[in-house]
């Protein structure tokens, strides 16, 4: 295989684990119809409700985006930043912007790695070693992991509503 066709490979690869789909759950299907009433209730034994995951997804995909192509990104402070404010109530438009915004960048993160001129294993300029092969990976794996916590948590208030 050339390198060229190995390259290619690659980013369908990465492009696969990116948009969801295979062994996990894609992103809108995910939140398909989810119910309004449920996006700021907690499950008995989690510390975040839907929206507080779904804003905590949003804004761990957008810092490692933003790294990856700006020098002059400053990071959220760790780990407060990267969720939001716990007294905060969301609404449906609130619901509607985090998912709008998640889905801005994730294409954005998805033109990233189908540029060819992307080199994925250069090291990010202002980074510390890192690469946009490694940030590209990071954002799917971030995802896959929480999208699966998302499904999980709305089945179990789901379950709760229909015993209530």
Same mark, same amino acid.
């Given at each position: 295989?050339?390198?060229?066709?190995?390259?290619?490979?690659?980013?369908?690869?990465? #492009?696969?684990?990116?948009?969801?789909?295979?062994?996990?759950?894609?992103?809108?299907?995910?939140?398909?119809?989810?119910?309004?009433?449920?996006?700021?209730?907690?499950?008995? $034994?989690?510390?975040?409700?839907?929206?507080?995951?779904?804003?905590?997804?949003?804004?761990?995909?957008?810092?490692?985006?933003?790294?990856?192509? =700006?020098?002059?990104?400053? =990071? %959220?402070?760790?780990?407060? $930043?990267?969720?939001?404010?716990? =007294?905060?109530?969301?609404?449906?438009?609130?619901?509607?912007? =985090?998912?709008?915004?998640?889905?801005?960048?994730?294409?954005?993160?998805?033109? #990233? &790695?189908?540029?060819?001129?992307?080199?994925?294993? /250069? %090291?990010?300029?202002? $980074?510390?070693?890192?690469?946009?092969?490694?940030? /590209?990976?990071?954002?799917?794996?971030?995802?896959?992991?929480?999208? $699966?916590? #998302? &499904?999980?948590?709305?089945?179990?208030?789901?379950?709760?509503?229909?015993?209530?």
């Amino acid at each position: 295989m050339s390198a060229d066709n190995k390259d290619h490979a690659l980013r369908e690869h990465l #492009l696969d684990l990116l948009r969801g789909g295979g062994a996990h759950i894609h992103f809108d299907e995910a939140l398909k119809d989810f119910p309004a009433e449920l996006i700021n209730r907690k499950a008995e $034994g989690t510390a975040y409700t839907p929206w507080q995951l779904l804003e905590h997804m949003r804004i761990a995909q957008w810092d490692i985006l933003e790294f990856t192509r =700006s020098a002059s990104h400053v =990071s %959220p402070e760790w780990p407060e $930043g990267y969720w939001p404010d716990k =007294s905060i109530a969301a609404g449906e438009d609130d619901w509607r912007k =985090s998912i709008e915004s998640f889905r801005a960048d994730l294409r954005a993160i998805v033109e #990233l &790695v189908e540029d060819p001129a992307t080199d994925l294993y /250069a %090291p990010v300029p202002h $980074g510390d070693g890192q690469t946009v092969l490694r940030e /590209a990976l990071l954002v799917a794996d971030h995802n896959a992991y929480h999208l $699966g916590a #998302l &499904v999980t948590l709305r089945r179990t208030l789901e379950a709760a509503e229909r015993r209530a």
